[in-house]
Structure formats: C-alpha cells, structure tokens
C-alpha cells in the first residue's frame, strides 16, 4: 500500500456547496417563483462577473483562474440586485468582482465583493434596489435548512458570526417590537426575509471578511447589528444590513490588531504552509510574481 494513499482526504472547498445552494435557488426562483429578473439578466451578472474575474487575474498576473469566488457574487447580485438598465447591472457586477483587488490591506480585501458592490451603486445614487426576497414559506425555509447544511458540512466556515448576527439580530427586532407594542408577527415578518439569510450567510460570513479571531467576529456580529438598528429605526433607512456591513468593514483591521487570530485560507488541508505576510493575491499589477508560490494561486472570495 503506498504511503500516499493512508493521507486523510482533503475537506471539499465549501464554495463548491455555496455556489450548488444559490444556483438551485436562482433555478427554483426563475422557474417557479417568477422573481423579477430575467434569464438573460442573469446570465448578462454571471457572466460579466466571470470575465472580470478573468481580466483582473490577467491583471494582476495570478498564476491561474479561479471562477468558484466570481460565481458566489454573481449568483448572489443575481438574487438581490435589481435595476431596468443592463448598464448599471454589468457595472455592479464589475465592481463587485474588481473591488476584492483594489481595495485591499495588508495582503486581505477589506469589503464582501457583492456588499460592496450593492453598497456603492446606492452611493451614487444609481436606479437600483435590492430585492428584499419574499419566496413564501416553502423556498424561504427550503433555504434555511440549506444553509444551515452548509454550516454542519463545512465546519471551518465562520458560523460563529453567522450565529451571532442571527441571535443579536433577532434580538434587536424583537426587543424594538416590546418597546413599540408591537405584535409578534411584526418582527417575525422582518426576520422571514430572503435577503436577511443571504446576508448572514453569505456576506457577514465570509471568511476573508470577517476578523481573524472567533472574539472578533462575535464583537463585529453585534457592532454590524448595532449599526444597522440605528440605520433602520433612528435614520429610517432601508437596507440597513448591508450599510451597517459596509461601514464596519473598515473597522475588521482595527479589531484585528486588537484580538487577533490566525488568518482564514480555503482548503487549509490542500496548501504548504505560507510564508508569513505573502498576501492571497497580488497587490499590485506592477509587480511579477513568484509564480512557484502556492499562496498566490489562491485568489480569495
């Protein structure tokens, strides 16, 4: 028996299981709910978003293309961005993929690519919204149990903030709906929310987003929680989430310094230890590469 084969099994990517739990629900959505976009929008983000993928790793001169991370944000601006023009829909989708490049510290990209995207097309002001996702109760809790799947299948995911986001967020509405005599079914309705699941479980999640250590990203669970009660019931703004994400995400460097943890890497398992301070990607299209160094074939979500 060769020595080889008695090495444990690497895990599976869990983008491959996010990107089979979105495409299904884009699927089950376009064919059965009907949601407002079309299979032509669709295919105009996914594919707008794999070719700037492509592009900025020609760029930045990465040794391979990785689609797995385009695909992820493609399929969720699918579900969430909403716009008349197919312009405005090509410059979301550009801006999303291209941000993780840019706006970057210290080797990590600083903003979740579809946030940020989402985030900066209502800062100018463009003829856009989000779909807040109201699937009815199948396709909602169908998701959820999904989701959660994920959670259970991918045990180095970040379900420590996607748990607390929940439980604080959950808080927040309930205690909101006390303090206003509200009835139950007020919150309840705020929390059936397509959007709202993929939020926590596809943004405020994602692992090179979120703070290093398990203290931070429960500390920044509850501070984006914070934030977005006071975005949506003291300035009375929609889409409160994803501007409080937005906001507190230039804050993750800072926590970082102050509880700092190991840093996140896909398929720990598949990869030789990296070299201290080599970022995931290159920072900078000026400069050529190692192209022998694993950690810059890794280009991250």
């Not at 492509?54 to 385009?70: E, N, Q």
């Not at 969430?80 to 993780?100: D, H, W």
């Not at 300035?235 to 507190?248: D, E, P, Q």
Request: with cysteine; net charge positive; charged share 15%.
């Amino acid at each position: 028996m060769r020595a080889d084969s008695m090495k444990p099994r690497p895990p599976l990517d869990p983008r491959y299981y996010q990107i089979a739990v979105l495409s299904g629900l884009l699927i089950y959505g376009l064919g059965w709910l009907h949601f407002d976009i079309t299979l032509g929008r669709a295919a105009l983000l996914l594919g707008t978003a794999l070719l700037t993928q492509y592009a900025c790793t020609k760029l930045w001169r990465l040794p391979r293309f990785d689609a797995r991370s385009a695909m992820i944000s493609g399929l969720s601006l699918c579900l969430l961005l909403r716009t008349q023009f197919a312009a405005l829909a090509i410059l979301g989708a550009v801006i999303t993929i291209s941000s993780k490049f840019v706006v970057r510290w210290r080797g990590k990209h600083i903003f979740n690519p579809t946030n940020f995207g989402l985030v900066f097309l209502m800062l100018l002001g463009a003829p856009v919204w989000v779909s807040p996702g109201q699937w009815g109760n199948v396709a909602y809790f169908g998701f959820l149990m999904a989701c959660l799947g994920g959670l259970v299948v991918n045990r180095a995911a970040r379900s420590d903030v996607t748990y607390a986001f929940l439980l604080s967020f959950a808080a927040l509405q309930f205690g909101r709906a006390a303090w206003a005599m509200q009835r139950w079914a007020v919150p309840l309705h705020r929390l059936e929310s397509g959007a709202l699941l993929l939020f926590a479980f596809f943004m405020i999640s994602d692992p090179k987003t979120t703070p290093n250590s398990r203290a931070g990203r429960i500390l920044f669970a509850c501070l984006v929680t914070a934030l977005a009660g006071f975005i949506q019931f003291g300035l009375y703004r929609t889409n409160g989430i994803l501007w409080s994400l937005a906001i507190l995400s230039a804050a993750v460097p800072l926590i970082d310094l102050l509880l700092p943890g190991p840093r996140y890497e896909w398929n720990r398992a598949r990869q030789e230890p990296q070299t201290k301070g080599v970022p995931d990607e290159t920072p900078s299209p000026l400069r050529k590469p190692a192209l022998d160094h694993p950690a810059l074939g890794q280009p991250s979500a």
